[in-house]
């Protein structure tokens, strides 16, 4: 007796071998009446679907993508490549296939969030760096398929979270410099429009009477400028200590501050505690984020999500990592000596 083939059954209803294949193999953009017909079809020709090429079409399907947003890789910023490398050593454990997409504004703009999942069979999705403003952050708040955002803050029940305590661990770096003596704290923020900006202003804002807030896009360049500018326009008559939040910010103040010979009279601290923090000359008083922690929550909770519908959100713990830059007096004897 001659096997029946899945060609037979396209032929027997008259619709394409493709989309025999994507009935058998549970894809969910076919309708109940062609599921009904090509079921009925392979009943009455006694066609059995091969498991073992069944079951290949299905490895194929179980794709993760991760999404970063706007990379700028700056010298001794790693945190997109640790996000990067982190997502795949974590997905290597498993029987996922593995997407990276770079995107910026105006990508999202020519193509969205739901599109590019469709054009390359997502079936889950991890995404950061994304701003309020971005057609993709605003696309997430209906977006129903499986997702972890690192880092961000989606009003969506649908949408898993990993991230850092933001607004906790800005607001302990706030109080460590009041409990050394830092009484008159700037707060240089990013931008407006980033969800981690805004947590960590709120956690300063949290832990201070006697707040000053200004915005340098997170950029040593422009934190630098605004150091120059600040102390020609203003000096630093009462201020104390500066909170970037982020390192490459606080660096552009450090380096503003070597020039200005402010080094030992105004404490700088930052947030995220990259390869440079360290080497800075003052060595920099900062938070650091555990991205490795991050990456492998992201892929667990991820996986999780698609395999069992439960979605979580979840904080990973950081760290105060004190140095050289908040200690008045190890400055003053570091330029004495």
Request: a neutral charge.
């Amino acid at each position: 007796m001659k096997k029946v083939t899945i060609k037979d059954v396209a032929l027997h209803t008259g619709l394409s071998v493709s989309t025999i294949s994507r009935v058998f193999n549970n894809y969910g953009d076919i309708s109940d009446k062609t599921i009904k017909k090509v079921n009925l079809a392979a009943k009455e020709l006694g066609y059995t679907p091969n498991s073992a090429a069944k079951q290949l079409s299905s490895k194929k399907k179980k794709i993760i993508a991760l999404i970063l947003n706007e990379i700028n890789v700056t010298p001794g910023v790693a945190m997109p490549l640790e996000v990067l490398g982190g997502v795949v050593d974590n997905l290597d454990k498993t029987d996922y296939e593995f997407v990276f997409y770079a995107t910026n504004s105006t990508k999202q703009k020519q193509k969205s969030l739901k599109q590019f999942c469709n054009e390359r069979d997502i079936t889950g999705l991890i995404i950061q760096g994304l701003r309020i403003s971005d057609p993709y952050y605003q696309e997430l708040a209906t977006f129903d398929l499986p997702t972890v955002a690192i880092d961000l803050d989606i009003e969506n029940d649908k949408v898993g979270t990993v991230s850092t305590d933001n607004v906790k661990a800005a607001f302990e770096m706030t109080r460590l410099l009041i409990e050394l003596g830092h009484k008159n704290i700037i707060f240089i923020n990013g931008t407006k429009v980033a969800t981690v900006a805004q947590e960590r202003e709120s956690g300063y804002l949290a832990a201070t009477d006697n707040s000053q807030i200004f915005y340098a896009n997170f950029s040593e360049n422009e934190a630098y400028q605004w150091a120059i500018d600040y102390a020609k326009n203003k000096g630093f008559k009462k201020e104390d200590a500066v909170f970037a939040a982020s390192d490459i910010m606080a660096i552009g103040i450090i380096k503003a501050f070597r020039k200005l010979n402010l080094v030992n009279k105004v404490a700088v601290a930052g947030f995220d505690d990259i390869t440079l923090a360290s080497y800075i000359t003052p060595s920099l008083t900062t938070v650091r984020q555990d991205i490795k922690k991050i990456t492998e929550y992201a892929v667990k909770d991820l996986i999780c999500q698609i395999e069992s519908g439960e979605i979580k959100h979840r904080f990973v713990p950081f760290q105060i990592i004190e140095r050289e830059s908040t200690n008045m007096n190890m400055n003053m004897n570091m330029n004495m000596s």
